[in-house]
């Protein structure tokens, strides 16, 4: 054999200054050429610990947003806050929280004018900086996970911070992500400044944000969040181009419509929408409007078609945004109306989504437009027998698809898969998303290597793989080629590296082997 | 086409008529049916006799003797052999002949009619004269066909001859041998008007009634087969109807036919000095599109127009399943196609589809049998029994490119089609390909690519490639390369696709290189086995431009052990002009850093 191993060891400094993690790192180069594969094995202490403690999942402490410029005086601190969350924290303390925030970005400035200080480590809360707006700051602090330990002779529990333990990436996409949901629904910051000052900012951000914070599930964020990815549902050509007809033949029949996207099984298939709007409406769909709605949509599945109601519904199509029951006389037609990026800045749409069993079309008209019943029932008398036969149709060929690949085809691994270039992301480490939580197969430690691996990726340019050595068994691998990542969770007794990276190999050649990925 | 709108007249007679001396006291003029001659006789022959064919520029003229009357003249076959007839049991041939008695048959005959396209005769018989006996002449011999009855509106008491040889003609439509009733109107029966009864006449087995084409009129009628439509003129309003048998009725099970089109007169002809000339009571119709005027002098071939037919035909699905089954078709269709897709009218895109689905069902037809034959022919070559007929080419076959060149390029161009508009048609125009299966030329995936970039939708344009809508081609590939400077993900896409062709390795190693990928290019090339046969020079040369002295020497030592393996040693050969290289390598990492030959 030709092939000859040079194995080195290398402190490792991201992981060095973690402290509590076991932390050697391997450059492994074969036959000199091969790009770096960082190899690391990890100890984490929590997995190695006993049953008699109690675990605090990471919770949301307090989530604020200012403006330093609106109070520049002193004594008009309370004037730079716009919004405040709990809100029933007294009013000196938000401003000392403000002014502290404040402080912190402008002396951190100073180091580095360009990047400004994203994230503050403290022992018992992680705070989350983020200027969406020039100016504007939105300001996140999540409570450090903790364990209490029980106490046997009946002192009181000890609370253990775990510092370290929230990802920088994860939540700074999170706040990202709230900032980007605001603006999908309101437009701008500098808008609502625009049209109502400073009062209907305020406004905007209370009614928003009341409801919004209660969604967030902090507990559960991991890598998917940081991709913020789109799931596109596979489909062969024919259907694909079947969907393609569809969509154009409703735009030219209902011209008033600019935008369609369409989505099977809470996938996309098509969207005409660009590409950073659809990443946020289709976060919206489906970890919002979609979990709402599930409940009919699973009752009716199993029926066979027929006519859901006596009359000339011969179709399965509803409304999930604007009238429920276009029967009902006392019916609103009123949809909820988004901002998308357009070439003169920005424009307002009316959000209609449209459903027939597991197809779901979202239509999008300018807002200028007045949607009354004459529409609504034009487009369910268009929409809904052409798009309940498509979600037919889809299903048959989908079905068909399987069949031909067999389960055998079905992964056995876990992994993540994220293109950036479309924002594609795979995983079969999650389970279906729900309203509440989404649900994952693996350990959060493991979940957690992978935030790691992908900070490391984020850091350098070229291709890249790591290989880490988890506890019990479990090995992680992290690959990264042009605009693609895979990450992939092995749980192979006794396997060494050469197996693990033959492994990997494998998964590439039988999972994407029509893409170009380095292997 | 330079005719002006509105001109409805779908059917017209021929530019270039024969023209014959015109009827008169002295000149009787003849038509001989199987050659489709006209013989103008003056004074019973003694003052000449001209014979003109459709075909052949130059007339026969001779003289012969007036012997009385001429009841009937004719030429053989390539005009060998001249018959004349001048009393009803008698035919003389002016060269001295005989004739010999091959087969008889014993039938009471009314009167005869004979095809001479399929050599058929068709005799009438029985008193009522609607049993018809056919014959087929084959090869010198004669064959009994089954006789079969027409079926008369009302049978007379007491029987006598009600089937007249003017009311049957017998042509070949759609390569099928018919014969035509042309049954009139019954007071008795509760029919609004006469109607032309089809009967099909197969080479074997029997007769049977097939199709039913209603005239809803009554009067004078004359028939005519022109590109497989059934013409049917009516004198008394002057005008035709036409009737296409493969054209269905989808509610009726019963084969009744409605004209195609309203009713429209003959596009006048314009005779000079007599003025125009149209359903003159002195016409003779023949079949299957001749139409003669002995008083006029003129033999014309009616033919049909299809461009008046696009405006008159409103159901573009009607009119193309008209078109694809005319002779002439293919630049009326691409017409019709360019047509519709300027008007833009709402509801259109269904209709673009219905057109499309139909082009490519006939398109799709002809690459099957193409390939049928192609695949017999190759197979059965040495059977030599089997003679394979290579299909024919219709003009309704419109291929791609006809697409391509005459519809879908122009429109691309225009100015005043939406984008969305111009990518709905071409998607679904890829739609109806793939839906027939058929192969997808590239540059019709170029004119959607083309389109989207014009109009910036390069989101659009990723999707149609992710879900592999637009196929995997080298040329296609090169052309998302080129994009890379508009749209960065272009890259990805091209590289993704090179891969899947899975005979692009060398474009792909040429794509890392060019973006200095060097050592991704080289992992490339060992992940599909061919790093033994690489030019080290061509690696060298990319690793030195990178400027990173690491990876220089990554792929130096990596051809250095490529040669030890290959050869025994790890220098490299003249032939490789690598010296360069290694006079770099020994300035960089010094002499000694070279790699030692191993003994084994």
């Known amino acids: 054999m030709d092939e000859c191993f040079f194995i080195f060891v290398e402190a490792h400094l991201f992981f060095a200054l973690q402290g509590t993690w076991h932390v050697i790192t391997v450059y492994y180069r074969e036959e000199h050429f091969h790009s770096k594969i960082s190899l690391m094995l990890m100890i984490s202490p929590r997995m190695a610990t006993g049953m008699q403690e109690k675990q605090y999942s990471p919770s949301l402490l307090s989530f604020f947003i200012y403006n330093p410029k609106f109070g520049p005086r002193e004594g008009e601190e309370e004037k730079k806050i716009l919004f405040y969350h709990p809100s029933e924290v007294e009013k000196n303390e938000k401003i000392r929280n403000v002014g502290l925030c404040e402080a912190i970005v402008q002396f951190t400035r100073t180091f580095c004018p360009s990047k400004p200080a994203k994230s503050l480590h403290t022992q018992k809360n992680r705070q989350f900086f983020f200027e969406p707006e020039e100016n504007f700051w939105i300001v996140m602090v999540v409570r450090n996970p903790m364990v209490e330990k029980a106490n046997k002779e009946g002192r009181p529990a000890a609370t253990e911070y775990q510092e370290e333990e929230l990802l920088d990436n994860v939540y700074g996409a999170v706040l990202q992500q709230c900032y980007s949901m605001y603006k999908l629904f309101n437009g701008t910051f500098g808008r609502a400044m625009e049209a109502g000052a400073v009062e209907l900012l305020t406004q905007k951000l209370e009614k928003f944000f009341y409801r919004y914070l209660q969604t967030l599930h902090l507990q559960s964020c991991d890598l998917l969040d940081v991709f913020g990815g789109i799931s596109f549902f596979p489909l062969d050509k024919m259907t694909y181009l079947k969907i393609q007809s569809f969509v154009n033949r409703v735009e030219e029949s209902l011209s008033l419509i600019k935008y369609t996207t369409f989505l099977y099984n809470d996938q996309l298939i098509w969207s005409s929408l660009e590409q950073d709007d659809m990443r946020i409406l289709y976060k919206y769909l489906t970890t919002s409007l979609f979990p709402r709605h599930s409940e009919p949509e699973l009752a009716g599945r199993d029926s066979p078609l027929r006519p859901e109601v006596a009359g000339n519904l011969l179709h399965y199509g509803r409304f999930l945004t604007g009238p429920t029951n276009l029967k009902d006389p006392d019916a609103k037609f009123r949809f909820p109306r988004i901002f998308v990026n357009s070439s003169d800045g920005y424009e307002e749409l009316h959000l209609i989504v449209y459903k027939a069993m597991s197809a779901a079309v979202c239509f999008m008209i300018s807002a200028s437009e007045e949607l009354g019943r004459e529409f609504c029932e034009q487009l369910d008398g268009l929409v809904g027998p052409q798009l309940t036969l498509l979600a037919s149709d889809i299903c048959e060929q989908y079905n068909i698809n399987r069949r031909i690949s067999g389960p055998e085809k079905e992964p056995q691994f876990k992994f993540i898969y994220f293109n950036h270039m479309n924002l594609a992301e795979k995983s079969t480490i999650h389970m279906r998303k729900t309203a509440s939580v989404s649900l994952t197969s693996v350990h959060p430690d493991l979940m957690k290597i992978l935030g790691d691996i992908h900070a490391d990726f984020v850091r350098v340019d070229e291709d890249e793989e790591i290989i880490v050595k988890a506890m019990t068994d479990y090995w992680v691998v992290g690959k990264k080629s042009d605009q693609r990542e895979l990450y992939v969770i092995l749980n192979q007794k006794n396997a060494n590296l050469i197996e693990v990276n033959e492994e990997v190999k494998r998964l590439c050649a039988t999972q994407f082997n029509n893409i170009f990925f380095l292997d | ?600």
């Open chain 2, 1 to 600: 086409l330079g005719e002006s709108f509105g001109d409805n007249h779908y059917l017209e007679l021929c530019e270039s008529p024969v023209q014959f001396e015109n009827a008169s006291a002295v000149n009787n003029v003849f038509f001989d049916e199987a050659n489709k001659q006209v013989f103008a006789v003056r004074s019973g022959g003694a003052t000449g006799v001209v014979v003109k064919g459709p075909d052949d520029k130059n007339s026969i003229a001779f003289r012969m003797d007036d012997k009385g009357e001429v009841k009937c003249i004719k030429f053989s076959f390539e005009n060998k052999i001249l018959a004349v007839q001048r009393t009803s049991k008698s035919v003389v041939f002016p060269d001295k002949r005989s004739l010999k008695l091959l087969k008889s048959q014993s039938i009471n005959v009314n009167w005869y009619m004979y095809c001479p396209e399929t050599s058929v005769i068709l005799l009438s018989t029985t008193v009522q004269g609607n049993v018809l006996q056919p014959f087929a002449f084959k090869n010198g011999t004669m064959s009994k066909m089954s006789k079969f009855e027409i079926e008369l509106p009302a049978v007379p008491k007491p029987a006598k001859l009600s089937l007249s040889e003017r009311d049957i003609a017998v042509a070949t439509i759609y390569g099928q041998l018919y014969v035509m009733y042309l049954k009139h109107h019954s007071r008795t029966a509760n029919s609004p008007g006469a109607e032309v009864v089809l009967y099909h006449l197969p080479r074997e087995g029997p007769c049977k009634k097939t199709h039913t084409l209603k005239l809803n009129t009554t009067g004078k009628f004359a028939l005519n087969v022109v590109d497989n439509l059934v013409v049917v003129h009516h004198q008394s309003s002057q005008t035709s109807f036409i009737f296409d048998i493969k054209m269905k009725d989808p509610d009726s099970t019963l084969n009744i036919h409605l004209p195609v089109l309203p009713p429209w007169s003959i596009h006048p002809y314009k005779i000079p000095l007599t003025g125009t000339s149209c359903y003159s009571s002195t016409w003779s119709v023949f079949q299957p599109d001749i139409i003669i005027s002995a008083s006029e002098g003129y033999l014309w071939h009616l033919q049909v127009k299809l461009q008046p037919v696009v405006n008159l035909l409103q159901d573009k699905g009607k009119l193309m399943d008209f078109l694809l089954r005319r002779r002439d078709c293919k630049m009326v269709i691409l017409s019709v196609c360019s047509q519709m897709l300027i008007k833009g009218d709402k509801g259109n895109l269904p209709v673009v589809a219905t057109v499309f689905d139909k082009l490519s069902q006939v398109y799709k037809e002809y690459l099957e049998a193409e390939q049928s034959y192609t695949t017999a022919v190759e197979s059965g070559a040495s059977r030599a029994s089997t003679v394979h007929k290579r299909p024919v080419r219709t003009q309704a076959v419109i291929d791609q490119s006809d697409m391509y060149t005459h519809v879908l390029s122009t429109f691309t161009e225009r100015k005043d089609s939406s984008h969305k508009f111009v990518i709905a048609v071409l998607m679904e125009y890829i739609r109806s390909l793939n839906q027939f299966q058929i192969t997808v030329q590239h540059y019709l995936y170029e004119l959607v690519i083309k389109t989207l970039v014009q109009h910036n939708l390069f989101y659009m344009l990723h999707q149609f490639l992710q879900y592999h809508v637009l196929s995997d081609s080298k040329p296609l590939a090169c052309l998302l390369l080129s994009l890379e400077s508009t749209y960065p993900p272009a890259h990805q896409l091209s590289l993704d696709m090179l891969k899947r062709l899975s005979t692009a390795n060398d474009e792909i190693v040429e794509v890392l290189l060019s973006k200095q990928q060097v050592l991704g290019a080289l992992r490339f090339v060992r992940s599909v086995g061919g790093h033994d046969n690489i030019s080290a020079r061509k690696f060298l040369d990319a690793a030195r431009q990178t400027k990173d002295q690491m990876l220089f020497y990554t792929i130096f030592r990596f051809f250095e052990q490529r040669n030890q393996r290959l050869r025994g040693s790890p220098s490299f050969t003249p032939g490789e002009h690598c010296e360069e290289h290694v006079a770099f390598f020994k300035q960089l990492f010094g002499e000694q850093a070279l790699m030692k030959p191993v003994t084994v």
